[in-house]
């Protein structure tokens, strides 16, 4: 597609599902970045991927989240044991270049409730 | 560390007044900084942005520039309408903590006809 998709667009989890977000890069992409953005707050840092390799995964708020680009394009963020405080949208974001130049072109994001 | 404040919205205005969205940083190295928009219903894009101290970064008439000295990169527009409502995010980047955006927590701009 023409830009970064993601799905699903709202998902609703009961406290201690897994959940799993999905997201399509623009194609030939080859840096890829997971956010997570609360309810009235800037977007914050995950993860981030360069091809297939994951080289920054700082931002991971626990072991439960864990993300994935097993061939480099569709990334997949999962989150194990879902608490109350994990609800949130995830944005996804790609950018051409390795080096980033600063450039990102976000997903309209999922939004994740857990009750 | 680093990280990033904007004023506190919502911001509204009518039609053809003029806009500001303050913006500071804290920055451990030297940054590049950016103004990134998100129009309702749509995915965040880049407004602008500036990689160096004095540099001025513009789009569809707004401008910001780079000020080392107060550690600024405030949002202007000279006469803004109604489809510039949106929430607007301040962000820096530090090439040495690699490729991350490091985000403020947005302002929203209402714009009244």
């Known amino acids: 597609g023409a830009g970064v998709s993601q799905s699903p667009r709202y998902k609703v989890a009961k406290r201690g599902q897994d959940v799993a977000l999905r997201c399509d890069p623009i194609s030939g992409h080859v840096s890829l970045f997971w956010y997570q953005q609360a309810l009235g707050q800037g977007p914050e840092f995950l993860t981030y991927f360069q091809n297939e390799a994951q080289l920054d995964k700082s931002g991971l708020p626990s072991d439960r989240f864990f993300a994935e680009r097993p061939e480099g394009s569709v990334s997949t963020l999962k989150i194990q044991r879902t608490q109350q405080e994990d609800s949130a949208v995830y944005l996804c974001?790609?950018?051409?270049?390795?080096?980033?130049?600063?450039?990102?072109?976000f997903g309209e994001g999922s939004r994740l409730t857990v009750l | 560390g680093n990280s990033v404040t904007q004023m506190e919205g919502p911001v509204t205005l009518s039609e053809e007044a003029f806009l500001t969205i303050n913006c500071t940083y804290t920055?451990?190295?030297?940054?590049?900084l950016f103004w990134y928009v998100q129009y309702p219903g749509e995915g965040l894009q880049l407004l602008l942005k500036?990689?160096?101290?004095?540099d001025k970064g513009s789009n569809k008439g707004f401008e910001a520039t780079y000020r080392k000295e107060t550690t600024s990169f405030h949002l202007e527009k000279g006469s803004v309408q109604v489809s510039d409502s949106a929430v607007y995010f301040c962000a820096l980047r530090i090439m040495e903590y690699g490729n991350k955006l490091v985000f403020g927590a947005g302002t929203i701009l209402r714009v009244k006809s």
């Open positions: 974001a790609s950018s051409l270049e390795a080096t980033n130049t600063g450039e990102l072109f």
């Open positions: 500036a990689t160096k101290a004095d």
């Open positions: 920055a451990t190295g030297y940054p590049s």
